[in-house]
């Protein structure tokens, strides 16, 4: 039996933007596509306002980590999608890649003021990857249907 695609979701340092798309795509694709996220340049950490505003919605990224876009090198990425302009230009060729796509988001890590502004930011860059994220998904799920 064939894998599931693997789809990987990059930026810079792995700490929310792609994080925030990985547990959004993975509910929205479920369990007939593996979704995974890595950084060009890891942080070596999720950002606690990202795993907070996922957790406001039902998804619990408390357990991921940040992680190396060369970890995935070896596993098959069938689809890689950047996430900021930086994880864009990095982005090497994987091996049996399929298709890449580009759909850059501000970083809310570098959203300033108050917890309350900051949290506000974080919602903001999730409701947006929500949307684009959702329709990406809807049209592999149609697409896999052979509609």
């Not at 796509?101 to 949290?119: N, R, T, Y």
């Amino acid at each position: 039996m064939k894998p599931a695609p693997l789809i990987l979701v990059l930026c810079t340092g792995n700490s929310c933007r792609s994080h925030l798309a990985e547990g959004l795509l993975r509910r929205a694709l479920g369990p007939g596509y593996r979704v995974a996220s890595a950084g060009s340049r890891p942080a070596g950490f999720v950002h606690p306002l990202a795993i907070r505003v996922m957790a406001e919605i039902g998804i619990d990224l408390s357990g991921h980590h940040s992680k190396p876009l060369e970890e995935f090198l070896p596993q098959g990425v069938e689809t890689v999608i950047t996430v900021c302009g930086n994880a864009d230009q990095a982005c090497p060729r994987f091996p049996g890649q399929v298709s890449r796509h580009h759909f850059p988001f501000v970083d809310p890590a570098h959203a300033s003021g108050s917890e309350e502004e900051q949290l506000a930011v974080f919602r903001e860059v999730r409701d947006g990857i929500a949307q684009v994220f959702g329709a990406y998904a809807a049209g592999r799920l149609d697409e896999a249907k052979g509609g």
